[in-house]
């Protein structure tokens, strides 16, 4: 059969490279000049490779794990603890506050669903549990910045059951809502960058990934499918796979219909505004991340990616939501450079500034970071795309992937199982 893939990201790149294995013929068209979508790692002027996109690698992303494995490509280890950092600042909680007001918000979740109060903003949630000064507690903040997205706009219910177990160390989501931290393991980075899966994935698939063709339109009739492009041409296959971020999936023409959970999953689900800046350091700086207290944005630096054996040269700056961003951004790089140089003042910066500003907010392939659920998400929405396949187009990508849904994970899963369910509806 021949399938067609709208997007060369992890995620339409690992189910291509899935369906040539079983072999078929595939043909992937990426609006970009580029693989890897939102993993996008080049090298500084200094020549350190940084990431511009995906950051980490948790312990339990067991499928992106594996694929590194098949695909013959390390991993290094950050060289500190993701998810506590705060724990290295003096003024912030400890693990074990933080822990507390987690498995509280959990407990609340989880009575409101039982007690079928419905579901709460994540805010509001907060307030419940911390009380007065909320919004400054760190956690708050913490969790404000990670999320890139106010926390009134964001569902309670739906965190709970998103990261719950997940970003805390467990191996599997906590069902009962019972809080386990699990043991923290440092997580990890790909050496040579997180784009490198993609890229190599790309490499294998060779001339069957076709750059600079954005997808328009996609149709569908009883024996076939097809692509519009933008330059007005069109594409036919036996089926297709759409894995593309959640505001293109949006604005995408489709001459069929989807099933409601689908369109309601996708309609609940918020972008989130984040930016990335990397700079060159004169000096290797040892692993370490520190939050600014008022705003929570992060700088680290960590183990390298060009050179597993040293630490990096390189600073990495997270913000998120649209005010943070603004606020940090606003006055240049070098003024952002000073910034993040009070958060890890032991770092020496070059005379001759070498950085790197990515606002995802303004990439034209993604319009924002990644999503989260928004307020009135319910849990039959985890289940929206537990069967993706539409006729014969299966709807994919990171941005689908229900519990995972925003991670390289998810986008390695969705892949696969894309692939696995076209397959299974289109094979006699
Ligand atoms: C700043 C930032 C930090 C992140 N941090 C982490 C992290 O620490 N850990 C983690 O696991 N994940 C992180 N992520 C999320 C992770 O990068 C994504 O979830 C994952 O890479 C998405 O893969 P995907 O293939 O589903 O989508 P994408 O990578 O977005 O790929 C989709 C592809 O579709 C293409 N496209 C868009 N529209 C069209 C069209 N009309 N026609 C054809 N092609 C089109 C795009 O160019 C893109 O290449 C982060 C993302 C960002 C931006």
């Known amino acids: 059969m021949k399938i067609l893939i709208a997007g060369a990201g992890l995620s339409g790149l690992h189910s291509a490279w899935r369906l040539k294995e079983a072999g078929h013929e595939v043909v992937v068209f990426d609006a970009r000049d580029r693989v890897g979508g939102r993993t996008y ?19 339990e992303d067991h499928a ?12 290094i280890g950050i060289g500190f603890p993701v998810g506590r950092w705060e724990v290295g600042l003096d003024e912030h909680h400890t693990v074990d506050e933080v822990s507390w007001l987690y498995e509280a918000l959990g407990a609340r979740a989880h009575a409101r669903i039982a007690n079928g109060d419905g579901d709460e903003s994540l805010d509001a949630a907060f307030e419940a549990v911390v009380g007065q000064d909320y919004r400054t507690h760190p956690t708050y903040l913490n969790t404000t910045a990670a999320l890139s997205v106010p926390l009134d706009r964001l569902s309670a219910n739906g965190f709970v059951a998103q990261y719950f177990g997940s970003v805390w160390g467990s191996d599997e989501h906590a069902e ?8 923290v393991e440092h997580a990890s980075r790909i050496h040579g960058g997180n784009q490198r899966p ?27 499918v097809t692509f519009e492009l933008a330059d007005g041409s069109t594409v036919h296959g036996d089926g297709a796979i759409i894995a593309l971020p959640l505001p293109l999936l949006r604005e995408l023409k489709l001459g069929f219909a989807l099933p409601l959970q689908m369109r309601r999953a996708i309609d609940t689900l918020v972008m989130g505004a ?6 060159a350091l004169e000096t290797p700086g040892r692993p370490e991340c520190a939050a600014e ?12 990616a060009s050179n597993e054996l040293a630490s990096e040269s390189a600073v990495t700056a997270f913000f998120g939501t649209d005010p943070v961003i603004d606020r940090v951004l606003e006055g240049g790089p070098e003024v952002a450079q000073a910034r993040v140089s009070a958060v890890l003042p032991g770092c020496t910066f070059p005379e001759a500034p070498d950085i790197v500003i990515t606002d995802w907010r303004t990439e034209e392939w993604s319009r924002g970071s990644y ?58």
């Open 41 to 59: 790692s080049t090298p500084l002027a200094n020549g350190v490779i940084v990431d511009h996109g995906a950051l980490t690698i948790r312990s």
């Open 64 to 75: 992106l794990r594996g694929l590194c494995a098949e695909l013959e490509i390390e991993m």
């Open 274 to 279: 984040s930016a990335m800046a990397n700079f």
């Open 176 to 183: 009962d809502g019972a809080f386990d931290p699990g043991i």
């Open 371 to 428: 999503p989260n659920w928004g307020v009135g998400w319910d849990p039959e929405m985890n289940e929206a795309f537990a069967q993706r396949v539409v006729g014969r187009v299966a709807i994919s990508g990171a941005d689908t992937s229900g519990a995972f849904v925003g991670g390289m994970e998810g986008a390695v899963k969705t892949g696969r199982i894309a692939a696995t369910q076209l397959l299974e509806k289109l094979t006699p």
């Open 293 to 304: 207290p008022t705003e929570w944005w992060t700088a680290c630096t960590w183990a390298s």
């Open 198 to 224: 993609a890229t190599e994935l790309a490499r294998r698939l060779g001339d069957a990934v076709r750059l600079g063709s954005p997808v328009v339109n996609v149709t569908q009739d009883a024996d076939s």
